[in-house]
């Protein structure tokens, strides 16, 4: 893999934020400082530490340390997404199809983290 931006959860987590983004910039000006800050940060932290890990992927377990970081930023990022679709009733479908695309990324990570652990060489045989 040449590149981060070759792994499928990057391209997804990469997408989910941008749809988070722009998702909480319709919130009420409010919230938009409080839930909408902490969930705008969480999305982008998922896809930042994905990047981050895989600079570090010649060190399988640096590697895996930034998965397990992405993994939990994913949660994070339900839980803040939970709190403003059972808050703001008027963009509740929204938000929930997010939580409902997020619990899906933190699958894939999931299975990209045993993926890693398991069969990941840097170094391909000859």
Avoid at 64 to 71: C, E, G, N, R
Wanted: hydrophobic share 35%; charged share 30%; with cysteine.
């Amino acid at each position: 893999m040449p590149s981060y931006k070759d792994l499928d959860i990057y391209k997804l987590s990469y997408d989910l934020a941008l749809k988070t983004h722009n998702a909480t910039l319709q919130l009420p000006r409010w919230e938009l400082f409080e839930e909408g800050s902490q969930v705008r940060r969480s999305s982008k932290g998922v896809t930042s530490c994905i990047v981050e890990g895989y600079g570090r992927r010649r060190y399988k377990a640096e590697f895996v340390k930034f998965l397990v970081y992405a993994q939990a930023s994913c949660d994070e990022t339900v839980v803040h997404l939970k709190f403003i679709a059972e808050t703001q009733n008027s963009h509740k479908e929204k938000f929930e199809k997010l939580i409902e695309c997020y619990e899906e990324l933190g699958r894939r990570i999931n299975r990209f983290i045993s993926y890693v652990e398991s069969k990941w060489n840097i170094f391909p045989p000859k």
